[in-house]
């Protein structure tokens, strides 16, 4: 443990942030005196890249009295503020996944085939994940709930999203993260996130600039290269032995 803290817990690896009503100045002189004499590391990180996956994974726990858990994870890019690419997969997640969506409504409401669904990804420093999991009430459904995600996702490759449902998903991306922004714990919490990744708090302004460029053709293009199944691994919950998912 204190390896590690000697390793990361380092000015290189650290940004203060201050957001409220201050005087940049005192901030500056407070910083200068509790962190002046910190010294700067010299370790390097040495991460191998991830060897590409090429055929469809999978992974099941057997569990008794566990609710049927189906999850869907896909290869996802790692986060560039520019990439219009990062931001049509990110609104991807609304279109399908959201409880205004088709597919929640088939689901979630009108069947109630499935607790809960949700779809999405984290933007990181290096590509990850975008997972899309639902709670499903009975497990010989869980094969049903896979096939109606996959037709959500092979229509979103096809079909052109109408403009207006476009524009209306970029819209509340946008005003929902403003509105929640409304205090300075939200506002530093926002901030540090992009920092972290990026080094940048600018990078919260242009990933909401590019969601505004975001076409129907980017999103179809996105959601070919990343929604295959090569890139797949399905994990899944019940009380059989075997998650029998195709």
Do not use: C
């Amino acid at each position: 443990s204190i390896e590690f803290f000697n390793r990361f817990y380092r000015p290189e690896n650290t940004t203060v942030l201050v957001v409220g009503d201050v005087k940049a100045d005192e901030v500056y002189k407070m910083a200068k005196k509790y962190f002046g004499a910190w010294k700067k590391g010299n370790f390097k990180s040495d991460i191998p890249a991830e060897p590409e996956q090429k055929e469809t994974r999978y992974a099941h726990v057997q569990m008794e009295g566990f609710p049927p858990y189906l999850e869907l994870n896909y290869k996802s890019p790692a986060f560039v503020d520019t990439s219009r690419e990062v931001a049509a997969l990110d609104i991807i997640s609304k279109l399908l996944f959201a409880e205004r969506s088709d597919l929640y409504k088939k689901l979630v409401i009108d069947e109630q085939k499935v607790r809960f669904l949700s779809g999405g990804f984290f933007f990181t420093h290096d590509p990850y994940l975008y997972t899309i999991s639902s709670s499903v009430v009975k497990e010989e459904d869980m094969q049903y709930v896979k096939d109606e995600i996959d037709k959500a996702l092979e229509n979103i490759k096809t079909q052109p999203v109408d403009k207006l449902l476009l524009e209306q998903t970029k819209s509340n991306l946008k005003y929902s993260a403003a509105m929640d922004m409304d205090s300075p714990s939200s506002i530093a919490g926002s901030l540090t996130y992009y920092i972290w990744i990026t080094g940048n708090p600018e990078s919260l302004n242009r990933i909401y600039a590019t969601y505004d460029k975001v076409t129907s053709d980017d999103i179809i293009r996105a959601a070919k290269k990343y929604f295959v199944p090569q890139h797949l691994t399905i994990s899944t919950i019940s009380s059989q032995k075997e998650g029998g998912i195709k």
